[in-house]
């Protein structure tokens, strides 16, 4: 069975640091896209940001740039985001997602997805 597993979420403060994991199995996704999303509450979901096969281009949505950090470990098939300076407005469940023929943003190209982590930021 092809998946993908988050961990990592939890509740903090306003300034505070989480960092996300997402841990695949079933196959290797050592050459698909991958990508964290958001989904925050009554909102749809959004891109965060996304690292290609290699982990040397990545792409960030404006609102996480520059507190954000996504990477990958290809040999580990896993994918972390590190979160720093958490924002109330960061509140949302967190997925993961990979994508073999993904180049990008939109959401459609990602065909694995992990159920979910949810991060909750209190002011």
């Known amino acids: 069975q092809v998946q993908l597993v988050e961990s990592g979420g939890g509740l903090v403060q306003a300034g505070a640091s989480l960092r996300l994991s997402c841990v695949g199995s079933?196959?290797?996704?050592?050459?698909?896209?991958m990508a964290w999303f958001r989904q925050a509450p009554g909102k749809e979901r959004e891109f965060v940001a996304t690292?290609?096969?290699?982990?040397?281009?990545?792409s960030y949505a404006d609102s996480v740039k520059g507190r954000f950090t996504i990477s990958r470990d290809s040999a580990k098939n896993t994918m972390s985001l590190q979160m720093n300076s958490l924002k109330p407005e960061d509140t949302a469940v967190y997925y993961c997602a990979a994508g073999e023929l993904a180049m990008g943003r939109n959401e459609d190209e990602y065909d694995v997805w992990g159920q979910g982590t949810q991060v909750t930021v209190s002011s």
């Open positions: 079933g196959r290797s996704f050592v050459s698909y896209e």
């Open positions: 690292i290609n096969w290699s982990g040397k281009t990545k």
